[in-house]
């Protein structure tokens, strides 16, 4: 069974960082692309950030380019997201998935960025 657990999130200010984990078990974690998405107050789900198998190609969405970093660590099953540079806009409840799955997301952490 998949199985996916975030943590990292907390209340910033504007301008401030968090560094997001996802801890994996249950598949070939080295094996698969993942993700980080999130899902602001009464709106839908938006993608943020993807990285392959290997953690050679990373891509993200142009409100993160800059700003947001995703990264890996196969020994350790671990997907982070450093947030840099925090908006208020920023503020959601963000989820880690697994090959592009949504409905293989966790219970979240989540985001609060105001001063």
């Known amino acids: 069974e998949v199985q996916l657990e975030e943590s990292g999130g907390g209340l910033v200010q504007p301008g401030g960082s968090l560094r997001l984990s996802c801890a994996a078990s249950?598949?070939?974690?080295?094996?698969?692309?993942m993700g980080w998405v999130r899902q602001a107050p009464g709106k839908g789900f938006e993608w943020v950030s993807s990285i392959s198998s290997d953690g050679a190609r990373t891509y993200y969405t142009n409100s993160a380019k800059g700003r947001f970093t995703i990264s890996r660590d196969n020994a350790k099953n671990t997907l982070y997201l450093q947030l840099n540079s925090l908006k208020t806009d920023d503020t959601a409840m963000y989820y880690c998935v697994y090959n592009g799955d949504l409905e293989s997301r966790g219970r979240g952490t989540q985001v609060t960025v105001s001063s």
């Open positions: 249950g598949f070939t974690f080295s094996s698969y692309s």
